[in-house]
């Protein structure tokens, strides 16, 4: 039994040996394992930021590109018409007089009016399903609702706006008392202010629900009321995701074509009221495009789509500068 019990004590202790000395190759093993992932992971990041930085720059040349294809295009035009061509008052294709001034008047009336109508709209959905139903089969339904918003085509709009809102706004303008076109700058606005509702609905709704529970629940322990809450913390602490989805809305109105086609009137005088037909710089490009014979006529037009380009891009650093200032405040 001894020699049995020895011999047992002396293999175990033989394996242990060999046990211990294998630990350092096996600590080899581990660390080579360890420094092939680590150089697998590096590689894999290295790819990664690499194509991020040339998706990044993919973009960039995009938009240069558009713009020097603009430029290039609106050559003829610009060497004809110089700086008159952006205050002149007068279009007027059959005698080669080009004057964008009109168009880009109706296209800052309509855009911004559809904001000022939206926004209180927007606003107001995005604290009722941020704060007051934030969950739910109402929630979900209104949500659902008002994406299917952005997602109807814009001639649909134009449609609606023409057998429904038309009729709405001539009484409307009888009523007043001017003269009852029914098309015009105001009802483009219209049109306009229901399209862009959703972006700036969607987008504030999210960041209100980002709002830590801890600062509301502060504010309620305090003896703060609901309304003072949504006025004092929530608002407060979302402000720049509210103003960067009305400045999505800006941008989606401005360049916004054949729903404002249909409604807007479409004619090249400027308008001397918001109930007056007018036009804008994208429906003049999308109706006379194709009927531009002459090349100074087709140059202009494609200069008009260079002024619409650098309007929205000026507005939406104005929009950054905004948010920025917003932000930091």
């Not at 080009?98 to 606003?123: D, K, M, N, Q």
């Not at 929009?319 to 917003?326: A, Y």
């Amino acid at each position: 039994m001894k020699l049995s019990a020895t011999k047992t004590e002396i293999s175990r202790s033989s394996s242990l040996l060999r046990e211990i000395s294998s630990l350092p190759r096996m600590m080899n093993v581990l660390k080579a394992l360890k420094i092939e992932r680590s150089n697998r992971q590096i590689q894999l990041e290295k790819f990664f930021k690499t194509s991020l930085v040339l998706i990044a720059l993919g973009i960039l040349i995009l938009v240069v590109c558009f713009f020097l294809t603009l430029v290039v295009q609106s050559m003829p035009s610009i060497k004809a018409l110089g700086f008159g061509f952006l205050f002149g008052k007068t279009w007027d294709p059959v005698s080669n007089v080009y004057g964008t001034y009109p168009f880009l008047l109706g296209t800052l009336l309509t855009s911004f009016l559809a904001l000022i109508i939206s926004v209180p709209f927007s606003f107001a959905i995005a604290i009722f399903l941020g704060e007051y139903y934030p969950r739910g089969w109402f929630s979900e339904f209104l949500k659902n609702s008002i994406e299917l918003i952005a997602a109807v085509p814009s001639v649909i709009y134009g449609f609606w706006g023409l057998f429904v809102l038309v009729p709405l706004v001539r009484s409307l303008e009888i009523k007043m008392g001017v003269t009852p076109y029914g098309i015009g700058i105001f009802t483009s606005a219209l049109i306009l202010a229901i399209m862009i509702v959703p972006y700036a609905a969607s987008l504030g709704r999210e960041m209100i629900r980002m709002v830590p529970s801890s600062l509301k629940e502060a504010a309620y322990s305090l003896g703060a009321t609901r309304f003072e809450v949504i006025t004092a913390v929530i608002l407060p602490y979302a402000k720049s995701g509210l103003m960067a989805g009305v400045l999505l809305s800006l941008g989606r109105a401005l360049g916004e074509t054949m729903a404002v086609t249909m409604v807007i009137g479409n004619t090249s005088l400027i308008p001397k009221s918001i109930f007056a037909p007018g036009n804008t710089m994208a429906s003049v490009i999308a109706n006379e495009f194709t009927e531009a014979a002459s090349s100074l006529y087709l140059s202009s037009l494609i200069e008009l789509g260079l002024v619409l380009f650098l309007v929205t891009v000026v507005i939406n650093l104005i929009g950054k500068r905004i948010i920025k200032r917003f932000t930091t405040e």
